[in-house]
């Protein structure tokens, strides 16, 4: 028995009970006798016993395994949200897998495989949406909701959490135009994401209504694809701009802000006394930072207990209506915004040229 695991069997015998009341105690059956449990229970423990979770699962149909598949783990947005689900699912003994795809296909392909494979009992998933038609099949058995991106196949059903990043995005174009800029760098992110584009319109529409088209000739836009190093990029983008620099910023994402006010600072520019800036998603503690972005962001705690609650949910009603839930954002006001100056050109491009 040295090299061998210890077996329901062998707690019987070692107990001198049947392997069903050896069952019947590890199930908290209250009909056992209690001298019984107890010698079943000092069986466990000198043997180290330790029950066989497949075998489990196959009897009760539950594995108590939740997948978590997100774009980015060092996002502070899924730690928080992460976090939270774990506390709402551990006291119902459900167990969380937290992975990461990086934005590539071929990543999320196989852990998709591979959660699967663990039978999950609900997948929760921030997708590249490069798997739509693996997804599709997935969501047939398997409980998913998706977050901030809607998956967008004939045949997928499943639950949606997002934030309402039009609103978000329209809501800061506004306020960088009531500050009266009209040159206005917009760092947004690849437009295969459903969420990209969404945060994409609201800064549209928020320029049309001043008269501003954004189309293939409108000078300041990038692609910060979601990532620190995108925000990084952008702003060495900006030694392009050398006859007309614009005079604001507008990053929709979190990450990419991180980069920008990483490089504005190695490069020894003011805000908002050289340029104004404004972000989709709350940087965390952004309040312990000299620059503090105007804001749009959400109630975390909110959405990620809504998440929760909802993995709870679907453990027990598969089949019924999927659910959709939308967050409005809430503007935080910060020290970045100042009426338009024209004293970043020069600064950044000799700045520039010296990193």
Request: with cysteine; hydrophobic share 40%; proline share 5%.
């Amino acid at each position: 028995m040295k090299n061998q695991p210890v077996t329901l069997i062998d707690v019987a015998k070692y107990a001198g009970v049947s392997a069903s009341t050896v069952s019947r105690v590890l199930h908290q059956n209250p009909k056992v006798d209690e001298v019984l449990r107890q010698r079943v229970l000092h069986a466990v423990q000198v043997l180290k016993y330790q029950p066989n979770a497949n075998a489990q699962s196959l009897k009760t149909n539950h594995t108590y395994v939740i997948g978590f598949l997100v774009s980015d783990i060092s996002n502070p947005y899924y730690g928080i949200i992460a976090r939270t689900i774990e506390n709402i699912i551990s006291p119902r003994n459900y167990n969380l897998i937290l992975c990461s795809h990086a934005e590539l296909p071929e990543r999320e392909s196989s852990y998709l495989t591979m959660l699967m494979q663990r039978h999950v009992e609900v997948l929760v998933i921030n997708p590249t949406c490069e798997n739509n038609s693996q997804l599709a099949q997935l969501s047939s058995y398997i409980p998913t909701i998706t977050m901030n991106r809607k998956v967008i196949h004939p045949d997928f059903v499943g639950d949606y959490i997002d934030t309402d990043g039009y609103a978000g995005c329209y809501a800061l174009a506004k306020r960088l135009l009531a500050a009266g800029h009209r040159d206005i760098y917009c760092v947004h992110a690849p437009f295969k994401y459903p969420n990209a584009v969404d945060r994409f319109r609201g800064f549209v529409d928020a320029m049309a209504e001043y008269g501003i088209t954004v189309d293939e000739n409108y000078p300041f836009l990038f692609d910060g694809k979601f990532t620190e190093q995108g925000g990084v990029n952008a702003i060495r983008h900006m030694a392009s701009f050398s006859s007309r620099m614009p005079t604001a910023i507008l990053s929709l994402s979190n990450l990419s802000t991180l980069g920008i006010l990483e490089m504005l600072q190695k490069c020894g520019i003011s805000i908002p006394q050289d340029v104004s800036v404004a972000t989709h998603d709350q940087i965390e503690n952004s309040g312990l930072f000299r620059w503090r972005p105007e804001t749009a962001t959400y109630d975390l705690q909110e959405i990620a207990e809504t998440v929760g609650n909802l993995i709870l949910y679907r453990v027990q009603n598969r089949e019924t209506k999927p659910v959709q839930k939308i967050f409005e954002p809430i503007i935080l006001h910060g020290n970045t915004i100042a009426h338009p100056s024209n004293t970043l050109g020069a600064k950044l491009i000799d700045a520039l040229w010296n990193i």
